[in-house]
């Protein structure tokens, strides 16, 4: 998309409309509204609650999924927008029943409590090693700054960056 | 007897938290559901003089509107007997019941509509006309009317706190330290907003809601609505976070009720997250004056600590300031009092670490001023302080492990050979300052009986219930752990079923109580179950256990054996098989001691912090906390640790960050965002360690559990505003500290600069 205007498409709704995303790598047909958002397009019309609502303005971090492999805030985006697009939950993070090695960590690392902001925090911390953002504790601190947990396990969350990042073979 | 109390079990709800598959109160899928919109009112103070809901009405997907003109009449429910086991509604006002606004975002109307988006779009088209009066939205706009109230915090506490004569302290001291604080307002935030889904069957009523207590919600709606308790039954497993603002049951649950009985369908309510400072209570803005009298040697001889505060129109609602702070130290005269200023806010409430964050606050800041005056190490000052007795009723402690908390503390921190001197650390731009307080939290027996149920399989699997849910304490952990050392079987044959109203009763986990409470009927359940075969088993003339001393036979992994003889024994399997038992069940049960036990009732601490400020910009960064505290027994490491860390963190997050701020005018909360009231994130979150003195108490039920919840936030503020002072050589006396009340006061600023008292370390 970057740098390339494409034809504007036609404008739809404001009526429900078909949409068919690309979530965890299955299209999945659904009738929104074009002003519904990508999370409650997930919690509310698709059952997949695994992302969550904490702010509903971009502030929490909470609905953290991926677009296209990068981090997205699914509040503040238009599902409609997403078509075309591969979403990642966290549903789509473990395959085949087995936990992702960030997931295995938050347990072993006890990097949550209420485990609200949970699978925002994973999607966020799995990103920040691909994006190359965890080299020592300042970039880890700084890169998860966008996802709150009230519950303040942030050292421990940080421990369980550290302990994927260093299994991997560091950075 | 398994010996897995006291083990890091990792949390057995984390796969189901890490993948995304726990299910929160707004994530059970019902058909036919429809979404609720509250309207707040735009105004603190007035009337309503019309509300037109015509064009919401007609707006797509609308399903009903509710406003006073149709809402039901409810009844009225006492803030008392609260939280001890009756219903605990969050204040005595019910909205919409007739047309007076009390506070801003008061409810006004509620939307229902088959989708979110149409609830919320309509509940913009309800046109809502108010003859505003003035309000009084602040301590100091209604200070000429303040009062002394007979009680406070809903009744449970008096309002004043006295012992010995303060007078002839203040007479018999050498020095006198008087201190006044002031603090902002705080907003709990948890990340899960309120959520409340109904569910009508009938005269049936299924809430699912996010929730401390769900018996207390059952009770509650029950008693509003005139309905038997029988008829509502709630269900709340998972609930994202807490802090004291889902304690009390407020207004929104009943309303969803009503709205869904109105629509006949099932009804979600999600509050907005601006709606979350409107709607489940705060900590009230609140003012401290402290004086304290001592002698040359650093002796207490007299505290007077007074607080006012703002409440709202129909509640005596304040934070008890005083309960720790009178009792940490052996001060022979004691005054401690609190006044209200009624406005235009909703009732306060239970915030956590309540009334002991900000009073311990106050205690120990006053307490290094003190030490700065006397040039005592401020650790000194309170160990020529401290009390082996509970200075109110003379009582010993039910457990102590306050020395311990400081030698372990200081050792960990690196405390010894301090430099008291203030500013007497840079590095680089960075004034370094370190600091310490004593923290507190007192153990409140003010809970009914506690049950559970312990249900043994022939396979030597068990399930246990009990009607309580997991707002992130790790009580579904260490219940299974307690279970599972009751019984004497695996961790992995221990279901711990929770979050039903239709099981065993448990109160809401408040003031810390959680662990202590729950696993003292949890506890007495699979004990209970494990004698009943025991005594089987011994009476039994095939069992190989025949005959012996039931106090004589352990069960470990399922297998019952003679103490000191393992070869001698069975399983409950066999035994079970060979009577033909499918199972074997018990209901545990605990009541606590009387509330006038002969014991002083405190969990101790003590709380360290580093501090690095920047010489020129005045902006504060926490580098280290270290926080040493004895809860009794630790059920389980791992989750105590991580609980005491998120309470030294929400202390970090109360000295430095957090305050919500009224815009008078208007009346309205001017921050009540997210984005505008600051909780702390990962960058702001420094390393933290926690030292676990582990201390035998026989008071506080079958297994000597104290609690973890909040006494890590008890104290930690004051050790950073200690630090802070340390650094910059500057008190500041008002929470949150911010870089404003510093920036006149740093090495290049005028004050430093015209009274060139301070070395300067550039």
């Not at chain 2, 269900?235 to 004291?244: E, P, W």
């Not at chain 2, 099932?266 to 609140?286: D, K």
Request: proline fraction near 6%.
């Amino acid at each position: 998309m970057d740098g390339e205007i494409a034809a504007l498409p036609a404008e739809r709704g404001p009526s429900a409309q078909a949409v068919t995303l690309t979530i965890n790598g299955e299209p999945r047909p659904l009738r929104i509204e074009p002003r519904v958002s990508l999370l409650d397009a997930l919690r509310e019309h698709l059952g997949l609650t695994g992302s969550k609502k904490g702010c509903d303005q971009g502030t929490c971090g909470a609905c953290t999924v991926w677009v296209d492999g990068r981090r997205a805030l699914a509040c503040l985006t238009l599902a409609v927008t997403c078509e075309g697009h591969e979403v990642t939950t966290i549903e789509g993070l473990s395959a085949g029943g087995e936990l992702h090695p960030m997931q295995a960590a938050f347990i072993d690392k006890d990097a949550f409590q209420c485990g609200y902001c949970t699978p925002g925090q994973i999607m966020s911390a799995v990103a920040l090693l691909d994006e190359g953002h965890a080299a020592d504790d300042g970039q880890i601190r700084e890169w998860m700054s966008g996802n709150i947990c009230r519950c303040a396990a942030y050292p421990n969350i940080r421990a369980a960056i550290r302990a994927v990042r260093d299994a991997a073979g560091g950075e | 007897m398994s010996g897995v109390i006291g083990q890091a079990v990792s949390r057995i709800d984390g796969p189901a938290k890490v993948t995304g598959s726990a299910h929160y109160s707004g994530e059970i899928a019902l058909p036919g559901l429809a979404y609720a919109e509250i309207v707040g009112a735009r105004v603190a103070s007035g009337r309503i003089t019309s509300i037109d809901t015509a064009q919401a009405e007609d707006a797509e997907g609308v399903a009903g509107i509710l406003t006073h003109l149709n809402m039901p009449k409810v009844n009225n429910v006492p803030l008392l007997p609260s939280l001890i086991g009756g219903p605990a509604p969050g204040e005595t006002f019910f909205p919409m019941q007739d047309d007076v606004v009390h506070y801003a975002g008061q409810p006004v109307a509620i939307v229902v509509a088959d989708g979110l988006e149409q609830a919320q779009h309509a509940a913009t088209l309800v046109q809502i006309s108010y003859a505003e009066t003035p309000s009084i939205t602040t301590i100091d706009q209604g200070r000429a009317d303040a009062y002394e109230p007979e009680k406070i915090f809903g009744g449970l506490m008096p309002a004043q706190t006295r012992r010995g004569n303060v007078e002839d302290g203040f007479a018999a001291a050498d020095l006198l330290i008087d201190a006044p604080f002031r603090f902002a307002a705080n907003h709990h935030n948890p990340i899960e907003a309120l959520t409340t889904t109904a569910v009508w069957d009938g005269d049936q009523l299924t809430l699912y809601d996010s929730c401390q207590g769900i018996k207390a919600v059952q009770l509650t709606v029950a008693a509003l609505l005139g309905l038997s308790p029988s008829k509502i039954r709630v269900l709340t497993r998972y609930v994202g976070g807490a802090f004291g603002a889902k304690a009390m049951v407020w207004p929104h649950v009943t309303l969803t009720a009503l709205a869904a009985q109105y629509v006949r369908r099932p009804v979600r309510l999600a509050l907005p997250r601006g709606q979350m400072f409107t709607s489940c209570g705060h900590r009230e803005e609140q003012e401290q004056h402290i004086e304290l009298g001592a002698t040359s040697d650093g002796k207490l001889t007299a505290i007077r600590h007074h607080k006012i505060s703002i409440t709202s129109p129909f509640d005596d609602w304040a934070e008890p300031a005083f309960g720790v702070a009178s009792q940490l130290y052996a001060c022979p005269g004691f005054e401690g009092v609190h006044r209200l200023v009624r406005g235009n806010t909703m009732t306060p409430t239970f915030t956590r670490g309540p009334g002991e964050a900000v009073g311990v606050f106050t205690l120990e800041c006053a307490m290094d001023e003190l030490a700065s005056e006397l040039g005592i190490d401020p650790i000194e000052l309170r160990l020529r302080n401290i009390t082996d007795v509970d200075p109110n009723t003379g009582h010993p402690w039910s457990s102590y492990g306050l020395r311990e908390c400081f030698e372990r503390g200081a050792r960990r921190f690196g405390w010894a050979g301090r430099n008291p001197q203030p500013r007497s650390e840079r590095h680089g731009n960075w004034l370094i300052g370190t600091g310490m307080a004593t923290a507190g939290y007192p153990i409140a027996f003010f809970m009914h009986t506690q049950r559970a149920r312990a249900h043994l399989y022939a396979d030597g699997t068990a399930i246990v219930q009990t009607a309580t849910q997991e707002f992130g304490t790790g009580t579904s952990t260490v219940m299974t752990q307690v279970a599972a050392d009751g019984l004497g079987i695996g961790l992995r044959d221990v279901r711990f079923e929770f979050g039903d109203t239709d099981l065993p009763n448990a109160g809401s986990p408040v003031g810390s109580n959680g662990a202590m409470m729950v696993s003292a009927a949890v506890h007495n359940a699979a004990t209970a179950v494990r004698d009943q075969l025991i005594t089987l088993a011994v009476s039994d003339s095939q069992s190989p256990l025949h005959g012996a001393d039931p106090a004589g036979v352990v069960v470990a992994g399922g297998r019952m054996t003679l103490a000191g003889d393992a070869n001698t024994g069975e399983t409950y399997s066999s035994l079970m098989q060979r009577h033909i038992m499918s199972d074997a069940e018990a209901i545990g049960s605990w009541d606590p001691p009387p509330l006038d036990t002969p014991h002083g009732l405190l969990t101790f601490g003590a709380q360290f912090a580093r501090v690095a400020v920047d010489a020129d910009l005045g902006i504060i960064r926490v580098r280290h906390m270290v926080g040493a505290f004895a809860p009794g027994r630790v059920l389980n490491p791992k989750t105590a640790r991580s609980q005491l860390m998120g309470g030294m963190l929400w202390g970090m997050s109360q000295a430095l960050l957090e305050g919500t701020h009224m815009d008078t005018r208007h009346g309205r909360w001017a921050n009540a965002s997210l984005g505008d009231y600051l909780v702390p994130v990962n960058a702001d979150a420094p390393d933290v360690d926690v030292e676990l003195i582990e201390v035998e108490d026989h008071v506080t039920g079958p297994l000597g559990v104290k609690g973890v919840g909040e006494i890590g936030q008890v104290g930690a503020a004051a050790a950073i505003a200690n630090a802070v002072y340390h650094a910059t050589g500057y008190r500041v006396r008002e929470l949150p500290i911010a870089v404003e009340h510093l920036l006149a006061h740093l090495p290049s600023g005028p004050a430093s600069a015209a009274a060139g008292a301070q070395p300067d370390l550039t």
